[in-house]
């Protein structure tokens, strides 16, 4: 049993690799988590919100500006973000 938060386009299962094309315009791709990353295609409005803005200093601090796997890997666990995220109005 799931639940669908409003804003978050997942990436669908056995996909091949992104291209910047899968990407809706108004949003962008972050991977979460901490061994396995997963893929979340999200809203820019969320660069709007402070606490956003902190996990991008976090992932600036951790990878800085090579990523590659073609989105911006965020360096929490994926139950971490989508609580934190949940929060956010699109």
């Not at 091949?16 to 901490?34: C, I, M, R, T």
């Not at 996990?55 to 990878?63: D, K, R, T, Y």
């Not at 360096?75 to 971490?80: F, I, L, M, V």
Request: some cysteine; glycine content about 8%.
């Amino acid at each position: 049993m799931g639940f669908r938060l409003p804003g978050i386009v997942h990436a669908k299962k056995n996909q091949a690799p992104s291209k910047s094309l899968d990407v809706p315009k108004g949003y962008f791709a972050v991977y979460v988590g901490e061994s396995k990353k997963k893929r979340f295609v999200i809203p820019v409005s969320y660069l709007n919100q402070s606490s956003f803005q902190d996990l991008l200093s976090l992932a600036e601090e951790e990878f800085g500006y090579d990523h590659p796997m073609g989105g911006i890997t965020i360096p929490c666990s994926e139950d971490a973000f989508l609580d934190l995220t949940s929060g956010f109005s699109v």
